[in-house]
């Protein structure tokens, strides 16, 4: 018996450290890096936090198994808060984007109104099959006049079904993707 007790702690030790090798983590909030740049805009700039679906609120994984199913892959765990990543890396994107440091998360916490507010919802952000999906929408209004844009925003990347790696590289590419759309709207803007 006095044996088995100074086993004890080396066993529950090693069945803890086996326990804790079986997550891993994953970010999608490190920007992506603009393909060109726009001409600086002298416009503050306000970003409403981003909208995901309550899906994404879980710390798992999702993949969607058909139209009105979702599984939550255990083992393979979202690092951070969705919602708060994603409108930083957005923030972050548009700033380099525009060369353009004045760019805010909501609450703006300035001196003065933003002159410009970006709300994004996205609607579905989720793999299937051999596919990723993003859809959004995207509005941009300007604070002291009533002009208002909104725009839809839908993309499906290829990837491969049940590598965690490449579905999480086909989200990072698609979000990239609806970057760069929501800069040339607001080029236009």
Request: proline share 6%; charged share 20%.
């Amino acid at each position: 018996m006095p044996a088995f007790r100074s086993l004890l702690p080396l066993t529950l030790l090693l069945l803890l450290l086996a326990g804790c090798g079986s997550t891993r983590f994953f970010v999608l909030s490190t920007p992506s890096s603009p393909t060109h740049h726009y001409p600086s805009t002298k416009r503050l700039i306000g970003i409403e936090q981003v909208t995901v679906p309550r899906y994404l609120f879980k710390r798992e994984i999702a993949v969607a198994e058909s139209a009105s199913s979702v599984l939550f892959l255990s083992g393979a765990t979202w690092a951070e808060d969705l919602q708060e990543g994603l409108t930083h890396r957005l923030i972050a994107f548009l700033q380099t984007k525009f060369n353009h440091p004045d760019i805010y998360a909501y609450p703006w916490e300035l001196s003065r109104q933003p002159d410009i507010k970006l709300k994004l919802q996205i609607s579905r952000f989720i793999a299937q099959d051999d596919r990723v999906t993003l859809q959004a929408v995207w509005e941009l209004e300007n604070l002291h006049t009533t002009k208002r844009i909104a725009k839809l925003f839908h993309i499906t990347l290829p990837t491969t079904p049940n590598d965690i790696e490449k579905i999480v590289h086909s989200m990072d590419q698609a979000f990239g993707a609806l970057e760069e759309n929501i800069a040339k709207g607001l080029k236009r803007f």
